[in-house]
């Protein structure tokens, strides 16, 4: 009989750094899962991720929400357009072979990666682009700090109805792609864009995780082993705001796109 005591330190682990990065840690759980069960399909391995990634997020919201660094106005505009995105994600999944799936998950860590370490900063291209069409935004975090910038709305909720199928279609949540989006091309400050993609994925990943319920995408031991990963995640993510506020936001960002690097190689070697 399969033991599931072991992946609660493993969520514990990915929980503190997805929420740290702002990314619910689904983009290093899924390559995980694929390696340590490799005889399971696509939608099972992404049913599991989604689901911790839910419970990992609303941990993480929480613990933000006490930062004020939450854009509930922003996040909830753009679940608007990530949500219909992940549905339709999620039902594409099932339809995917296995080694495919491996191969374009690799690739678009990488691609990530490679786009963080070239452009760490918001250019000049977007800054001007946020003041034209500027949706102004103006919060004050727990501790006095005031953030005062502005984005382009549209190219925001275009962007989220991509990253909310694509996400729910790699099982990976959405903030590995999400983040460096807010950050690099709608200008968000670092750490409003990772408590604020946090909230995002919670209710994608709600979203997504209903629909694999209702398909039983939950096979194969599912659900023990979403249940001893999201034990850890929940903890987690409390660790991870926590290190969050105690970080430069160019660390944040370089964490990122190590992880992405990373992870993103080791699936297309054992791919190919």
Known sequence: MEQYHWLVPLGFVLG???TLVGAGGAFILVPILLLLY?????????????????FNCVSGSIAYAGTK????????LFSV???????????????????????LLGVVLLIASI??????????????????????????????KTYDFSYNLPMGLAMSLVIGFLSSLLGIGGGIIHVPVLILLLSFPVHIATATSHFMLAIMALAATLVHVATGGFEQGG??????????????????AILSDRLRGHLIVRALAV???LVGLRLLWTTF
């Open 69 to 76: 660094r939450i854009d509930y106005k922003s996040g909830l």
């Open 223 to 240: 659900i023990q082993r979403t249940i001893a990963l999201s034990v850890g995640m929940i903890i987690g993510a409390q660790l991870g």
């Open 259 to 261: 992880a992405l690097a």
């Open 38 to 54: 490799p005889q399971a399909t696509p939608e099972t391995i992404t049913s599991i991720s989604l689901a911790v990634v839910f």
């Open 81 to 103: 357009a990530t949500v219909p995105g992940a549905v339709a994600g999620a039902l594409v999944t099932r339809c995917v072979p296995r080694g495919p799936f491996d191969a």
């Open 115 to 144: 786009f963080i370490f070239v452009r760490p900063n918001p250019s000049s291209a977007a800054r001007a682009t946020a003041s034209a069409h500027g949706f102004r935004r103006t919060l004050v975090d727990s501790d006095g």
């Open 16 to 18: 503190a750094y997805g």
